[in-house]
């Protein structure tokens, strides 16, 4: 069992950043695929940046502007996210499953489609960008 506690939610303006920690207890492997997804207001959910054997992939749209950082000293799962855009507004869920990340975007086409099922999902964390 896997268990996963967001924090650092907030509000900024545009081209702000924010730092999200997921902290992680229980057993996990460096198999395990672990990340980020986010739902917008009236919209899917979606994959922002996952890693597992030590690769790590991001969703188009956040390139460049967030950092996905495990820290094995605190066990935590950190999302560095800078030059936020309204369009960054979301609920921000740390996921985790004992599968790799190739595994599960085998399943559902995409380790960041709204149909990936990951089995450990954290409580959320809201995230509000100003323009």
């Known amino acids: 069992q896997v268990q996963l506690v967001e924090s650092g939610g907030g509000s900024v303006q545009a081209e702000g950043s924010l730092r999200l920690s997921c902290e992680i207890s229980?057993?996990?492997?460096?198999?395990?695929?672990m990340g980020w997804f986010r739902q917008p207001p009236g919209k899917e959910r979606e994959g922002v940046a996952v890693f597992s054997m030590g690769a790590t992939s991001y969703a188009d749209s956040v390139k460049g502007r967030f950092t996905l950082s495990k820290d094995d000293a605190k066990n935590t799962l950190d999302l560095q996210m800078n030059g936020l855009k309204p369009e960054d507004t979301a609920v921000y869920y740390c996921?985790?499953?004992?599968?790799?990340?190739?595994?599960?975007?085998?399943?559902?086409?995409?380790?960041?489609?709204?149909?990936?099922?990951?089995?450990?999902w954290g409580q959320g964390t809201q995230v509000t960008v100003s323009s």
């Open positions: 996921v985790a499953d004992i599968f790799s990340c190739e595994a599960i975007g085998r399943r559902s086409g995409s380790w960041a489609s709204s149909r990936a099922e990951y089995r450990y």
């Open positions: 229980g057993y996990t492997h460096r198999s395990y695929c």
